[in-house]
Nanobody, 127 residues
Framework: QVQLVESGGGLVQAGGSLRLSCAAS????????MGWFRQAPGKEREFVAA????????SYADSVKGRFTISRDNGKNTVYLQMNSLKPEDTAVYYC????????????????????WGQGTQVTVSS
């Protein structure tokens, strides 16, 4: 079992930055692929970014490419999402997710690939 705990959300003005963290339990964090998703009110949960454990591949949704960066510190069992140039449309609850093993980048962009989810952290961007 893996437990994921997100933090770092909050209220920020448009153009600002936030860094989300997702701390994972377990001793094999380095063998997990990690993803970030978000869900705005009345909308489906959508892919934001992913980091595969093998080959160090990363992937981003077109809407955040160039503004968000996913990274991980295996020594701290933590994955991060650095969010810059935030826009009001980035407002959502952000969730991190984990799955053991090697998956394609395409698979990592879908919610059904992941076995473990955090509780979410709210990000609100004011205009």
């Amino acid at each position: 079992q893996v437990q994921l705990v997100e933090s770092g959300g909050g209220l920020v003005q448009a153009g600002g930055s936030l860094r989300l963290s997702c701390a994972a339990s377990g001793r094999t964090f380095s063998s997990y692929a990690m993803g970030w998703f978000r869900q705005a009110p009345g909308k489906e949960r959508e892919f934001v970014a992913a980091d595969s454990w093998s080959g160090r591949r990363t992937s981003y949704a077109d809407s955040v490419k160039g503004r968000f960066t996913i990274s991980r510190d295996n020594g701290k069992n933590t994955v991060y999402l650095q969010m810059n140039s935030l826009k009001p449309e980035d407002t959502a609850v952000y969730y991190c997710a984990a799955v053991a093993g090697d998956y394609s980048i395409a698979a990592l962009s879908t919610t059904r690939t992941y076995d473990y989810w955090g509780q979410g952290t709210q990000v609100t961007v004011s205009s």
